[in-house]
């Protein structure tokens, strides 16, 4: 069993459970045995039809209450199980630690163990035959009622007009936002190229991708008298499609322009593509498609484009909300105005969401400040609900039930963070693995699983991504809030989740607490009160610490996410060795300030996540958590927190972060070679002083021994100046190391003679006293290098570092700083560039006539320069700015640029907050808006622009 399901994702640790169970470690007696053996074929079975029923749409109700008994009977079997399995692993460790029964206090030890693992295993017995009695009566009464025999009648009423029809019958007056991508298009589809040329256009599902394939087929279509606009849709029927099309195509020679809409699948789209003919008559095909696989499976030409649609902007978004209601658009009534933008914000730029929700609003007889209120307030409900609304719920369901059966689940458990929230992926995918929502696959670990689930949510436009990395990576999303909305209901409807605060439905708890979100302080308490939280696997709270229930309220929880509570204190943990099944622990961005020694009683726990917390040391029983994968630190005492002593028997251990080596014994820095899994390794060093050498000695020793093994990154911070040249006698593997970083204060002499091996290094952010031209040529010659920062503490003797034409074969993002030194590509210089940011120091480019050869670069999307005025007059900055702009006016590709000007302290201050990640979150979450830098702001604004 490799996939999980709806049912909470218990299926695939539940079923490894099971025949765990069943095995002699746990001697079970034979009617037990029996009854697990049964327990698995049955829920086996279930699970099969409950994959079957998946993907219908609104199943009818006997078939949901149905669906929601397994999924009740499978959580109740796995706490049984998990119960049993964790008090006999108790009794065998303390059998283990028994040192023999000479005494006649050890013979009456020994016999109480046995009595007390005869009734675990009576008690385990009764419980088990309640489970199969209620196996064969879930499985009785769907044979009784005949429930899902035919499963293609579940779907409840067909749809009675596709949502989209309307769009092709819109006035173009009615239109809003659209006429700058249409223009854009349209420039592109009418070129001269007489080849076959595809443009896709892909975005979220109801963004407008049918309204602006739509609009450009009404600008272009006029040009071909062979023109047709068909939909694919989930299900492709064939024969249909290709009689659609022939039915609006005249016979000619001629070339013809073709819109294909709502592509989902490229076996879908290869299909279509093999009933078009290729000629040199100047055809065009525009497809749509929410899938960005599919996407790109369309536009597997050079020439073919992708075309990401953008949501609307703020002012277009209410032109085109207040002309649905009021007819006329920017025309609201003075008490309407905040409630409408709150509107608004929920509907993030959507047209489909702003069209209906304004429909809703529109059909009311009296413009009233409280029903908008009421409308704002139940949108999630009002979505299951209203007919003005079936449109929108009809296009954002489609893709949630195309989703595969694994990945429902891992989609309905965003609905435990709160609207707006930033969700860090490697956060998320561990708290998927937690709750068991993952199973290895072939040749992969439950990580790189848990990552493609991640991915293919991205992929599939249900998330949207944030800080996309230059090797294509997203390190986390938000989620749409009309998308929320419905994943809420899911959730809410299959028990899936509790909520407290935070959406209208949340405050209204059913049966047993499976998981539980606490998102508002108001009005919580009495409700909180009367859940049954035994149960309850996964708990995030949002809001005071003081609305924490009491850990000892639960029993299997597998997940506790703390992030951000305000208030935590050492208290609050106390009884935390009762949650002995508890894998993910996040106390991040707390003020907490101790970890209770009972932590090392969480044997089950695979990551703790302390960052940005007031915590300096690990008690000395962390080591007993052999299970423990990931420990996160760094933030307020990223200088001082140290690493336990007996760190190498921990060897599980993948990553570990934040920890400062000049406080941890030499012991503890020898023990970190030991660890033969750990990928990741991020240290601080703070103390530069000669008595320091045995440090430096163990640290070389342990990357000496990292590096033969997995280490896949490697990264020093400090907050002070030194020298690192113990660093250049490392010599790493070229086929592990992918990352490597130093701090803004850490200088090497030169590049390392060892970085020309590194075959497999995309990501360098390195800083160096001077670059002589051979070192240039190390790093040009880096064969997988998509991103550089480089920081150049000494100017070269030219004043510039000139980039030839060779190498850097693949790099797309270049950082540069340097205070008297700057960049001039020459022709053909770093083919791949997407995104350049570097420091210009005027006075010196006024030497050169600020030729910087920035239109070499032929892929460059993004620029941002500091032009540092340092010793510059007004005319020669102005100057600079003018030079800079002409290039890039005239740049074929016309990237985006941003000037910034500054002198040289803020650009050595920018440079280190960005070089310093662990420094600069605390300063942002500590500083006011009015104490941020300008420079800093830019900076932010400039990597916000490059990760979309």
């Not at 397994?70 to 692993?89: G, K, N, P, Q, S």
């Not at 029964?101 to 050890?106: A, E, I, T, V």
């Not at 992918?738 to 360098?764: E, G, K, T």
């Not at 640029?897 to 420094?919: A, F, S, V, W």
Request: proline share 4%; charged share 25%.
């Amino acid at each position: 069993m490799e996939r999980a399901s709806v049912i909470g994702g218990t299926m695939v640790s539940l079923m490894v459970k099971l025949s765990s169970i069943a095995g002699p470690r746990y001697s079970l007696m034979a009617g037990a045995r029996s009854d697990v053996i049964f327990l698995g074929a049955e829920l086996e079975s279930m699970h099969a039809f409950l994959e079957k029923l998946s993907g219908v749409d609104g199943p009818d109700p006997q078939v949901r209450c149905w669906m929601k008994e397994v999924r009740e009977l499978a959580y109740d079997v796995e706490d049984c199980i998990d119960e049993f399995m964790h008090r006999v692993d108790v009794v065998h460790g303390a059998v283990t630690s028994n040192h023999g029964f000479s005494s006649l206090r050890g013979l009456v030890s020994h016999a109480t163990r046995l009595v007390a693992v005869a009734w675990m295993h009576h008690r385990l017995a009764g419980e088990l035959k309640g489970l199969k009695a209620r196996a064969i009566e879930v499985s009785e009464r769907r044979s009784r009622y005949k429930l899902g025999d035919d499963i293609g009648m579940l779907g409840g009423s067909a749809m009675a007009t596709d949502p989209r029809v309307s769009v092709l019958y819109a006035d173009t007056p009615d239109l809003v936002g659209i006429d700058r991508p249409a223009s854009e298009m349209v420039n592109w589809l009418t070129d001269d190229v007489c080849t076959l040329k595809v443009l896709s256009i892909i975005g979220f599902g109801g963004l407008g991708k049918t309204t602006l394939a739509m609009e450009v087929y009404r600008r272009v279509g006029g040009q071909y008298s062979c023109k047709a606009f068909a939909t694919v849709s989930q299900k492709l029927d064939m024969k249909k499609l290709l009689k659609d099309l022939l039915s609006q195509i005249a016979q000619n020679e001629d070339g013809y322009f073709i819109i294909i809409d709502d592509v989902w699948s490229k076996s879908a789209w290869e299909k279509v593509r093999c009933a078009l003919p290729e000629n040199n008559h100047c055809s065009r095909l525009l497809t749509t498609t929410r899938i960005d696989s599919v996407a790109k499976s369309c536009c597997s030409h050079p020439d073919d484009l992708i075309y990401r649609i953008e949501p609307l902007k703020a002012s277009d978004s209410r032109n085109l909300f207040f002309k649905r209601i009021f007819g006329y658009e920017d025309v609201c009534p003075p008490q309407l105005k905040e409630v409408s933008d709150q509107i608004l914000k929920k509907c993030c730029g959507s047209p489909l969401a702003i069209i209906s929700i304004a429909s809703l609003l529109a059909s009311k007889p009296v413009m009233l400040k409280e029903q908008w209120e009421k409308v704002l307030i139940s949108i999630g409900s009002a979505l299951e609900k209203n007919s003005d609304l079936e449109g929108m719920k009809q296009i954002l369901s489609l893709s949630y039930y195309d989703l595969p059966y694994y990945l429902k689940t891992c989609l309905l458990y965003l609905s435990l963070y709160p609207e707006d929230f930033k969700i860090e992926r490697d956060s998320l995918i561990q708290q998927w693995i937690a709750e068991g929502f993952i199973g290895e696959e072939r040749g992969q670990s439950v990580e790189d699983v848990a990552e493609s689930y991640f991915n293919e949510l991205i992929n599939r436009s249900m998330v949207q991504p944030m800080d996309i990395n230059c090797d294509g990576k997203a390190h986390a999303c938000r989620v749409h809030d009309m998308m929320l909305e419905l994943i809420i209901s899911k959730a809410i409807e299959e028990n899936f989740v509790t909520l407290l605060g935070g959406h209208p439905v949340a405050a209204k708890p059913q049966g047993i607490t499976r998981r539980l979100s606490i998102q508002c302080d108001k009005e919580i308490t009495k409700t909180k009160g009367g859940m049954n939280l035994l149960h309850a696997r996964s708990l995030s709270l949002y809001v005071q610490a003081c609305q924490l229930p009491p850990l000892s309220d639960f029993r299997v929880l597998r997940v506790l996410n703390l992030e951000g509570c305000l208030g935590l204190c050492d208290n609050h943990l106390k009884d935390i060795s009762i949650l002995f099944h508890l894998k993910y622990l996040s106390l991040c961005r707390t003020w907490i300030s101790k970890l209770p020694p009972e932590i090392g009683d969480l044997h089950s726990l695979e990551t703790l996540d302390i960052r940005d917390t007031n915590i300096e040391e690990l008690p000395g029983t962390i080591i007993r958590i052999v299970q423990l994968k990931y420990i996160l630190s760094g933030g307020h005492t990223w200088g001082k927190i140290k690493l336990p002593d007996g760190i190498g028997s921990m060897a599980s251990l993948r990553v570990i972060s934040g920890f400062n080596i000049c406080c941890s014994s030499t012991n503890a820095v020898q023990e970190l070679g030991t660890l033969k899994g750990l990928r990741e390794l991020t240290i601080n060093w703070t103390d530069f002083s000669s008595g320091d050498m045995k440090r430096q000695e163990a640290m070389m020793n342990t990357l000496g021994k990292l590096g033969t093994s997995n280490l896949q990154s490697f990264a020093i911070c400090s907050r002070n100046f030194g020298s690192l040249e113990f660093l250049d006698s490392w010599s790493p593997p070229p086929n592990h190391l992918q990352r490597f970083r130093l701090s803004a204060y850490y200088f090497l002499p030169r590049v390392p003679r060892w970085m020309a091996s590194l075959c497999n290094l995309i990501h360098l952010n390195i800083n160096i006293e001077k670059l002589p031209n051979e070192d240039i040529q190390i790093l040009q010659d880096l064969p997988s290098l998509l991103h550089l920062d480089l920081w150049l503490k000494s100017p070269q003797k030219e004043d510039k570092i000139v980039i030839h034409g060779v190498g850097f074969p693949y790099l797309q993002e270049l950082i540069f700083s340097c205070e008297g030194t700057s960049l001039i590509f020459e022709p053909a210089a770093l083919p791949k560039l997407e995104r350049l940011q570097m420091a210009v120091h005027v006075k010196e480019a006024k030497s050169y006539g600020y030729q910087f050869g920035i239109e070499h670069l032929r892929s460059l999307k993004k620029i941002y320069i500091q032009l540092l005025c340092a010793g510059a007059s007004a005319l020669d900055i102005e100057d600079a700015e003018d030079a800079i702009h002409t290039i890039v006016k005239f740049h074929p590709g016309h990237p985006r640029i941003d000037i910034q000007k500054c002198g040289m302290d803020m650009h050595l201050e920018e440079r280190n907050k960005r070089q310093h990640p662990e420094e600069k979150n605390v300063q942002n979450m500590n500083a006011s808006k009015e104490d941020m830098n300008h420079a800093n702001k830019k900076r932010k604004e400039y990597q916000s622009s490059s990760a979309q």
